[in-house]
């Protein structure tokens, strides 16, 4: 990857992203360390990089292992923009489906739960903003087995380095991040 890039993505972040403090996080945990990523993957120059360092890890490490990939996507909100901005960077080479997974499926319509360019039988990569516990990543998995995709790996911009990492792989899935909090606080 790009050190220049992966810096530069480094500074949004810990510009627009990264909190220190006290913090009661969605999991029920107390932490010193808060990641709003949307903030930096909504921003134009953090999207584009995180498209841009996002691809080189699926083309030069994901895909090797896992050659059949077909699609990418994880649980909306924080998955939507780091996906699509993958996406938009594998068109030029090996395009890649976009997909978004649904808290609950609709009650209306198709009623479906995950939405996009994914279908039953595929495999996928799973993608998050944030893993501190796993718990979000684990259950967008279970949701894409539920409609009969194989998730093959998961993408995090920022692993919290809380057991989420650990969680994902006992579900014999690597979990590959463009950031760690050691390299945040390094």
Not at 20 to 28: E, K, P
Not at 74 to 83: H, L
Not at 109 to 131: P, T
Not at 146 to 173: H, M, P, Y
Request: with cysteine.
């Amino acid at each position: 990857m790009s050190s220049d890039a992966k810096n530069e993505l480094l500074q949004i972040l810990l510009a627009k992203s990264i909190k220190t403090g006290h913090f009661i996080l969605a999991s029920g945990k107390e932490s010193d360390l808060y990641c709003d990523c949307r903030v930096t993957t909504l921003d134009p120059r953090g999207a584009n990089l995180i498209g841009e360092l996002g691809w080189q890890l699926v083309r030069d490490v994901i895909l090797p292992r896992f050659p059949g990939v077909s699609a990418i996507g994880g649980m909306t909100m924080g998955a939507d923009p780091i996906s699509l901005a993958v996406g938009m960077y594998s068109a030029a080479e090996r395009p890649l489906g976009v997909f978004t997974v649904r808290k609950e499926a609709k009650d209306h319509g198709r009623g479906k739960r995950i939405e996009g360019n994914f279908s039953a039988g595929s495999e996928v990569i799973v993608v998050d903003d944030v893993i501190t516990t796993g718990g979000s990543t684990l259950k967008a998995i279970d949701a894409i087995e539920a409609e009969g995709g194989k998730v093959v790996a998961a993408l995090v911009l920022v692993d919290r380095e809380e057991g989420g990492k650990e969680a994902i792989e006992s579900r014999g899935l690597p979990v590959y991040a463009l950031y760690s909090r050691h390299d945040i606080f390094q």
